[in-house]
C-alpha cells in the first residue's frame, strides 16, 4: 500500500469507528495496566466486568502488593489464566512501589521490567496514560493490519515497527482501538467477512482474493 492508499483507508476507518478511547475501564495508569495484564486472551468487556469490583476491593496499589495470592486469583478467576494474571500483578504492584515509587513508568523498557508487561501491555499505557504516539499489537491488530495491506510482516514487533513507519503519528493511538474493532466485526479469524466490510473495495485481501 502506497501512502496515498494508507490515507484512504484511515479516513474509511476513522469514519466507521469515530471512538478514540481504550475499551478497558480506568480510572489511573495501574489500573489500566493490571487490566491490560488481565485482558490477554480474555475479552475486554469481561475484564470491564471484573474490575467493576475489584477496583474497589483493592482500592490502592498498596492493597494490591499486600493482596494474598489465592484470595486475587478467585477474584479474577473468570478472565483466564489467573495464576499467572494474579501473580503478575501482586509483581507488578509491588515493584511499582519499590522501584519507581508507586508511579507507572512512561518508558517502554522500563514498563517491560515489569511482571506480566510486554510490549503490547506497555504501548497501551504510553497511549492512553502518556498519549505517547503507540502501536499495539494484539492478535486482531495483527491480523488486520495484513488482511487489509497495512503490512506483510507477521511478527508482532516486526508489525508494531513497520506499522511506525506507515501511521502518522497523530493517527496511532486510535488505530489501535479501530482495527481491534474491525478485527472482531469483520476481519474474523478464519472466516472474514469481506462482502459485509465497509473497505471490501479498497481491502489488499480482497481485491487480491477478486482478481486471482
Known amino acids: 500500500m502506497n501512502s496515498q492508499e494508507i490515507e484512504e483507508v484511515l479516513k474509511k476507518i476513522d469514519d466507521f469507528y469515530p471512538r478514540k478511547e481504550c475499551y478497558l475501564e480506568y480510572s489511573n495508569a495501574y489500573e489500566l495496566l493490571f ?3 488481565m485482558s490477554a486472551q480474555c475479552k475486554d468487556d469481561r475484564v470491564n466486568e471484573v474490575t467493576k469490583t475489584l477496583y474497589v476491593k483493592y482500592p490502592s496499589l498498596k492493597s494490591f ?57 506497555a504501548n497501551v499505557i504510553r497511549g492512553n496514560i502518556f498519549h505517547i504516539p503507540s502501536i499495539v499489537v494484539d492478535t486482531h491488530v495483527k491480523r488486520t493490519a495484513k488482511l487489509i495491506g497495512l503490512t506483510l510482516e ?4 516486526k508489525v508494531e515497527m513497520d506499522l511506525y513507519t506507515k501511521i502518522p503519528s497523530e493517527h496511532q493511538i486510535r488505530l489501535n ?18 462482502s459485509e466490510c465497509f473497505l471490501r473495495d479498497i481491502c489488499f485481501h480482497n481485491t487480491h482474493k477478486h482478481s486471482d
Not at 484470595?71 to 507488578?92: C, M, P, Q, R, T
Not at 507477521?154 to 514487533?157: I, M, V
Open 35 to 37: 487490566a491490560t495484564i
Open 65 to 121: 502488593a499486600e493482596a494474598d495470592l489465592s484470595e486475587l486469583e478467585e477474584d479474577i478467576h473468570s478472565v483466564g489464566f489467573y495464576h499467572n494474571k494474579a501473580k503478575n500483578i501482586i509483581g507488578a504492584a509491588r515493584m511499582l512501589l519499590s522501584d519507581y515509587d508507586g508511579e507507572v513508568p512512561s518508558d517502554i523498557y522500563e514498563l517491560v521490567k515489569l511482571p506480566g508487561v510486554g510490549r503490547k501491555t
Open 177 to 194: 482501538v479501530q482495527l481491534m474493532a474491525l478485527g472482531r466485526e469483520f476481519c474474523v479469524s478464519g472466516r472474514p467477512k469481506c
Open 154 to 157: 507477521t511478527d508482532p514487533e
